[in-house]
């Protein structure tokens, strides 16, 4: 089964040097129906302005995936962690029983990333940081693993069972991929517009995936996506 989100149905806010677009419950937005789909609890589209940013801040209890769509990102945290990321590259933490954190754009252009905040399988975890530079022809007209479980072969592992998937597919380019028994997909049109079997996504809008076991993705023009993978609610 396949649901369709259309962006103008998500929440929003713009704060001035920050505008998001929030997927589900998340700051003032607030829809007790739509808390979380299975272990994904927040995922926000968020343009940053420049020289501006999230100012050192905690969390707990929460593991957080940064995907760079355009810009740069400039992480520090209460590890001792310092680096900045550019377009297509992946930033992680796992926060444990608690770590301080700011994100910045110390550049003169917008940055734009995906905030994915996913539920740990129990509390208090051993906190985890970690980052990867993922190339452009490593996603290009293919599926690239970017974040699994540290029981799978990605190059950023969390403690989660999912699968974070990215590519940027040319025009009229197509791709299958094959959902395992009793798994369930959330995805996201970053850029472009795809057709997922029959159903048409442009840029900002998501698609809820149940009890469905293939999926193809046929890209209408130039298209950036990226999809999530985790067990049935």
């Known amino acids: ?14 704060l001035g040097w920050l505008e998001s677009r929030f997927h589900f419950s998340f700051a003032q937005y607030f829809n007790p129906s739509n808390m979380n789909f299975g272990v994904l609890r927040v995922l926000n589209d968020d343009i940053i302005h420049p020289n501006s940013g ?4 905690p969390h707990d209890n929460m593991e957080i995936i940064s995907y760079v769509v355009k810009g740069s990102i400039t992480h520090k945290d209460s590890m001792g962690n310092q680096e900045t990321l550019n377009r297509g590259e992946v930033q992680y933490l796992s926060a444990g029983d608690g770590i301080f954190h700011s994100e910045h754009n110390l550049h003169e252009e917008d940055l734009r990333l995906l905030q994915i905040w996913i539920l740990p399988p129990r509390k208090n975890l051993e906190k985890l940081y970690g980052s990867y530079r993922y190339k452009k022809e490593q996603r290009t007209n293919k599926l690239l693993n970017i974040v699994s479980s540290d029981k799978q072969n990605s190059k950023v592992n969390i403690y ?11 025009k009229s380019k197509v791709i299958d991929y094959k959902i395992k028994k009793n798994r369930q997909i959330y995805f996201v049109q970053i ?3 795809c057709q997922i079997n029959d159903v048409i996504l442009n840029e900002g809008d998501a698609l809820e995936i149940t009890k469905d076991d293939n999926l193809s993705i046929s890209a209408l023009e130039d298209s950036h996506f990226l999809f999530i993978e985790m067990k049935e609610e």
């Open 191 to 193: 850029e472009g517009s």
């Open 54 to 57: 999230f100012d050192t801040h």
């Open 160 to 170: 989660q069972d999912v699968n974070i998937f990215v590519s940027e597919l040319d």
């Open 1 to 14: 089964m396949l649901r369709k989100i259309q962006k103008e149905n998500m929440g929003t806010s713009n």
